[in-house]
């Protein structure tokens, strides 16, 4: 039946017939090869038609202007020119996200230019800033309505955007993340097990009624079974952690 379907005799009109039925790809005239850019399948998607996603690597100028932020959000400056690494990024509809990632390869900001006006505010653009602590870990994340609030108050987070409004995150001693806490959302804890496999986890609600969902595994690290726990005794993370260093998991009977 398939055969038939696209047999010559009867094909006409079945199927998109296309010129070009493969993409694209320009470089630079680098060791690297860097994309500059990359069109799609189809005559409509080649270089040259404008329709095509390109890439512009560079570094970061003085006017650029990206606020430099230590872990907890202070902030007394912007990044030196010279010392992010920019990628200029614009898909087939002219949307341009511009993307500076410091020395040690982690995200510091994203900006997308948007030209448009939001809930009756002109915006050139919306910026999205990354926070790491000393081992590049992420522990927050400032949306662009809360980064708009904090540049029209001195580059300062207010407590109502910092408890209610931004992404956090907290990792413990071996860099396992304990606890991330979203936007009016209330904090959300883990547990890890010596295996280091996420064994229990509580919301805000659990928390409440000193519940946890918890996750068990068989000697082949394989999930074999999961549902709610009522602990009365470990009513924090940090007790609740102490408690499973010291589990027996390779005990059937437990």
């Not at 690494?85 to 990632?101: K, N, Q, R």
């Not at 609030?149 to 580059?155: F, I, L, N």
């Not at 209610?164 to 804890?189: C, F, H, S, T």
Request: proline share 4%.
């Amino acid at each position: 039946p398939q055969a038939s379907f696209y047999a010559p005799s009867t094909a006409s009109g079945k199927y998109e017939k296309d010129n070009d039925p493969y993409s694209v790809s320009e470089f630079d005239n680098s060791p690297l090869k860097k994309v500059l850019r990359q069109g799609a399948v189809g005559t409509a998607w080649q270089p040259g038609t404008g329709k095509v996603q390109s890439v512009l690597q560079r570094v970061n100028i003085a006017g650029d202007e990206v606020r430099k932020f230590n872990s907890d959000a202070s902030s007394s400056g912007f990044w030196a020119a010279g010392t992010l690494s920019v990628s200029e990024a614009v898909d087939e509809e002219g949307h341009t996200v511009v993307v500076f990632v410091d020395k040690m390869g982690n995200t510091v900001l994203k900006r997308e230019w948007v030209d448009e006006t939001i809930e009756g505010t002109y915006k050139d653009y919306k910026n999205t800033y990354y926070l790491y602590n000393q081992a590049s870990l992420l522990v927050m994340m400032l949306p662009p309505k809360v980064v708009d609030r904090m540049m029209g108050a001195s580059w300062a987070l207010s407590s109502d955007d910092l408890n209610n409004n931004v992404y956090r995150y907290e990792y413990d001693n071996k860099g396992r993340q304990i606890g991330k806490k979203l936007p009016a959302m209330g904090w959300v804890y883990m547990v890890y097990d010596k295996l280091d496999r996420l064994c229990l986890m509580q919301t805000a609600l659990h928390r409440t009624a000193n519940k946890w969902y918890f996750m068990k595994y068989d000697r082949l690290g394989r999930k074999v079974l999961e549902g709610i726990l009522v602990d009365n005794t470990h009513t924090n993370r940090d007790l609740m952690q102490t408690y499973c260093d010291t589990y027996d998991y390779l005990n059937p009977a437990v």
